[in-house]
């Protein structure tokens, strides 16, 4: 890849401009880590998917608003937000019934609304609110003591 080396003489705006433009749409793999907290169970949000490369280009383009933490708890490759990040699709390797807990627990970069759940398995696909009608249904059909 050949080096441009007038970029930095370049007007601010224009800079800003292309450090924008080089920002792509990517999918971003979330898993969750349980683990047992003070006060019960607790939620760590966790990716292995690498931070996007123009965030690694320079001080500059990290500093054009591209990237902002989106979980404050220390673990290993915290999922970061992107302030352009529209929805996510969570695929669920244990059902979607695992992920009721997390739909209410999780505060979701891109809004809970924009959230997808799928079962790996069945290709089941639904809202965060499905999940809760979901469990509420069954709770209903069962026969009460």
Known sequence: ???????????????????????????????????????????????????????QACHEARNQGLYQQAFFRAIPRDLEKFFN????????????????EAWECVGWPCGGENVRFIDKETGQVAEGYELDKMVNDWIASQPSE
Do not use: N
């Open 1 to 55: 890849m050949a080096t441009f080396y007038l970029f930095p003489r370049l007007p601010f705006e224009l800079r800003a401009r292309i450090w924008e433009l080089t920002v792509e749409p990517r999918t971003v793999e979330v898993g969750f880590k349980r683990s047992k907290g003070t006060y019960g169970l607790v939620l760590h949000v966790a990716s292995s998917t690498p931070v996007s490369a123009v965030l």
């Open 85 to 100: 990040l529209e929805e996510i699709h969570v695929i669920c390797e244990d059902g979607l019934w695992a992920w009721q």
